[in-house]
C-alpha cells in the first residue's frame, strides 16, 4: 500500500475551476494506476477517472467527460484532477486511490489505498 494525500478542494460557483492534487509516499508509485472517486451526502461512492501508470491510459465517468482531466506526474509521485465547467452536482468528498497494477480500472474494489478525502462544494 501507498500513503496518499489530498489537497485543492473549496468552496467554488458553478462554472468554475479547482484542481485536485494527491501525492502518494513510497517508491512503487510509478508502477501503479490511480483513480479519482467522489462521494455525495447519502450517496454511495462513485467513479470519477482513472489513468494507468504511464498516462497512457485514462477513463472518465459520462457525467464528468470532456470537463474533468486526470494526469499524474511519476517523477513527483503526483496525480492531479483538473476539474472545469463545474457544477452543483459536482458536490462531494473526493477520494484518491491506488491500486496494485499498473492497468487503470474503474472498479472501486480493484484499489487497496485510498487518501482521506477533500472537500469540493459548488454553489448554484
Known amino acids: 500500500q501507498v500513503q496518499l494525500v489530498e489537497t485543492g478542494g473549496g468552496l467554488v460557483q458553478a462554472g468554475g475551476s479547482l484542481r485536485l492534487s494527491c501525492a502518494a509516499s513510497g517508491r512503487t508509485f510509478s508502477s501503479r494506476a490511480m483513480g479519482w472517486f467522489r462521494q455525495a451526502p447519502g450517496k454511495e461512492r462513485e467513479f470519477v477517472s482513472t489513468?494507468?501508470?504511464?498516462?497512457?491510459?485514462?477513463y472518465y465517468a459520462d457525467s464528468v467527460k470532456g470537463r474533468f482531466t486526470i494526469s499524474r506526474d511519476n517523477a513527483k509521485n503526483t496525480v492531479y484532477l483538473q476539474m472545469n465547467s463545474l457544477k452543483p452536482e459536482d458536490t462531494a468528498v473526493y477520494y484518491c486511490?491506488?491500486?496494485?497494477?499498473?492497468?487503470?480500472?474503474?472498479?472501486?474494489?480493484?484499489?487497496?489505498?485510498w487518501g482521506q478525502g477533500t472537500q469540493v462544494t459548488v454553489s448554484s
Open positions: 486511490a491506488a491500486r496494485p497494477r499498473p492497468e487503470a480500472v474503474i472498479i472501486p474494489g480493484r484499489f487497496d489505498s
Open positions: 489513468i494507468s501508470w504511464n498516462g497512457a491510459t485514462t
